[in-house]
């Protein structure tokens, strides 16, 4: 069984930084991308940023490059969100998400369907 607990959100004032981290268990950890999604209050589940299972490939969202960056770290089953000169337009609540099966194509996956295993979230609040 799959697990993933995040942590790491908080209140920070904008220009603030954050980490969040997604402790995973339940499987092999690196056989499999590791993502961040996050979802704002009315809004749908949004893409931020997606690491390939050896770390060689990430991708992000538009709105997030330059300021945040994505890691892992395989020998302790859990992936990161560095998260940099944060704007009150990234409140949200935050979910590591990864994919059921591994991923045998060159694109990394960035849709919600292409994810079967959340974690619970963790909220992120940034204060103007």
């Known amino acids: 069984q799959v697990q993933l607990v995040e942590s790491g959100g908080g209140l920070v004032q904008a220009g603030g930084s954050l980490r969040l981290s997604c402790a995973a268990s339940g499987r092999p950890f690196s056989w499999y991308d590791m993502a961040w999604f996050r979802q704002a209050p009315g809004k749908e589940r949004e893409f931020v940023a997606v690491?390939?299972?050896?770390?060689?490939?990430?991708y992000y969202v538009d709105s997030v490059k330059g300021r945040f960056t994505i890691s892992r770290d395989n020998a302790k089953n859990t992936v990161y969100l560095q998260m940099n000169s944060l704007k009150p337009e990234d409140t949200a609540i935050y979910y590591c998400?990864?994919?059921?099966?591994?991923?045998?194509?060159?694109?990394?996956?960035?849709?919600?369907?292409?994810?079967?295993?959340w974690g619970q979230g963790t909220q992120v609040t940034v204060s103007s």
């Open positions: 998400a990864t994919p059921a099966s591994i991923t045998t194509s060159s694109v990394l996956p960035t849709t919600t369907g292409k994810y079967a295993y």
């Open positions: 690491i390939s299972r050896s770390a060689s490939s990430t």
